[in-house]
């Protein structure tokens, strides 16, 4: 049996090509992250899950998503809901903290159904970065908002709703993505705030759910945490800030290798993600040349590791029935939709 890696890869469409399907066989990666591109109806994608599950043989692997609500939501209409965006969330929460709450729970809770209904394990979700006046639209109305007890909160909650319909949750984007100006997909951002202002609000959101099972870096150089490497990059700031000051303990996703705040080769790139302590490196493109050169460049996963994703992935069926269209209505009225 072909060894794991230690990459979450993407496909470029809606059926598993043949191609793809011989190198996963051969050079099974831990894990698939799907797009819009992947993603046309339910009958399609189930058949899509159970492909690339197929493919990889009888090993765990992580079938992810990002599924936040608003803008990023990669099962859309018209064959899925419409989901708020987080920031509609905050703002109700802001106004009445229990009424966000449960509304954020809600939101998790929907989500969670339609993830597990065509087999899908996780979502690259809650978005826990902070938003401040000149938060750079690439984050923008996917944060809660600017509290950090309030955002921590309603982290939870989230992650609560998709705990109880089955499906995992990844904090993102560790240790804070709020205070870029700049887009990290086109250009490295740099963040000048001290070590202390960073700690008393940027990193209080992500210490108050440290106990998700999984989390994202972010590609941003902390000046006063590691002037030199962007935090996926930096064994200082993962060890001493995500999975120390913060208290993280579970498994550590990079951010999309592809993007354009890092530079160099892409197998460059993942062997210092995970030189630096990430555990799963994602590239997200789904060329099949890049992503057979990136699985080939990496050693396989180690049997700890095997065995932590195994424990994730089996997890309780959703712990109570769900009537998609109640909690829909519900969560409407409470954010005022009409």
């Known amino acids: 049996m072909s060894p794991v890696r230690p990459a979450i890869v993407a496909v470029a469409g809606p059926e598993l090509a043949a191609e793809e399907a011989a190198l996963f066989a051969g050079m099974p990666p831990a894990g698939v992250i799907l797009f819009a591109r992947n993603c046309r109806d339910r009958v399609q994608l189930r058949r899509l899950v159970t ?17 936040e609500g608003g803008r990023v939501q990669r099962l859309g209409p018209p064959e899925w809901r419409a989901l708020p965006a987080m920031a509609a969330v905050g703002a109700l929460a802001a106004r009445d903290r229990e009424a966000g709450i449960r509304a954020a729970r809600l939101a998790g809770r929907l989500i969670a159904h339609d993830l597990a209904e065509v087999g ?30 309030l955002v921590g909160r309603l982290g939870r909650a989230l992650l609560a709703g998709l705990a109880e319909g089955g499906v995992l949750g990844v904090i993102k984007h560790l240790p804070g993505h709020g205070r870029a100006r ?26 108050l759910c440290a106990d998700a099972p999984l989390g994202m870096t972010a590609h941003l150089v902390y000046e006063a945490l590691d002037p030199d490497r962007p ?6 700031l993962v060890g001493e800030t995500i999975r120390g000051a913060i208290g993280f303990r579970g498994l550590l996703l990079s951010d999309d290798l592809n993007m354009g705040a890092l530079s ?17 490196v994602l590239a997200c493109r789904g060329d099949l040349a890049e992503t057979a050169a990136l699985l080939d460049a990496l050693p396989p996963v180690d049997e700890r590791l095997e065995e932590r994703l195994a424990a994730l992935l089996d997890r309780p ?5 769900l009537a998609p269209a109640s909690a829909a209505a519900e969560l409407d009225r409470l954010l005022g939709v009409a």
Do not use: K, W
């Open 182 to 207: 700049l887009d990290s997909h086109h250009t490295l951002p740099v963040v000048r705030a001290s070590a202390a202002e960073l700690a008393r609000a940027d990193l209080r959101p992500f210490a």
């Open 51 to 67: 492909d690339l599950r197929t493919a990889c043989g009888p090993r765990p692997l992580l079938l992810l998503v990002d599924q």
């Open 264 to 280: 160099g080769p892409l197998p460059e790139r993942a062997r210092a993600a995970l030189a630096a302590g990430c555990d799963l």
């Open 317 to 321: 069926t959703p712990r109570a029935p």
């Open 120 to 149: 899908i394990d996780a979502t690259a979700a809650p978005c826990l970065d902070l938003r401040f006046p000149d938060t750079t639209p690439a984050i923008g109305d996917r944060s809660f908002g600017s509290d950090p007890e």
């Open 231 to 236: 935090a996926t990059l930096s064994p200082r």
